[in-house]
């Protein structure tokens, strides 16, 4: 993981919270994820049988019925457009005052 990749995800995920997107957030895939988001066996292997999630995979979020996604590249779960233009108020905010 780069520290470009890892900054992406920050802001993503910044992005999610202030939008109440708290659902398409990302994370890293560990153990402490799936502790964190109470997520039981059937929800993995479920998404494991559907070619949806690979324990392999670096990074993971949840799909509408809690069930596990991964992928090697967070922006497989991202809206560059939306992130790119929500970052773009931000600044614009910033230099408005």
């Not at 992406?8 to 895939?29: G, R």
């Not at 479920?46 to 324990?55: D, T």
């Amino acid at each position: 993981m780069t520290d470009e990749t890892q900054l992406l995800v920050i802001k993503w995920n910044l992005y999610c919270e202030a939008t109440n997107c708290h659902d398409d957030m990302i994370y890293w895939n560990s153990e402490e994820f799936f502790a964190d988001h109470n997520l039981q066996i059937r929800h993995v292997s479920a998404a494991v049988k559907n070619n949806r999630y690979n324990f392999d995979h670096d990074w993971v979020t949840l799909d509408g019925y809690a069930n596990p996604m991964s992928s090697d590249d967070p922006i497989d779960f991202m809206d560059h457009d939306l992130l790119e233009e929500w970052d773009d108020a931000q600044f614009s905010d910033d230099y408005d005052d």
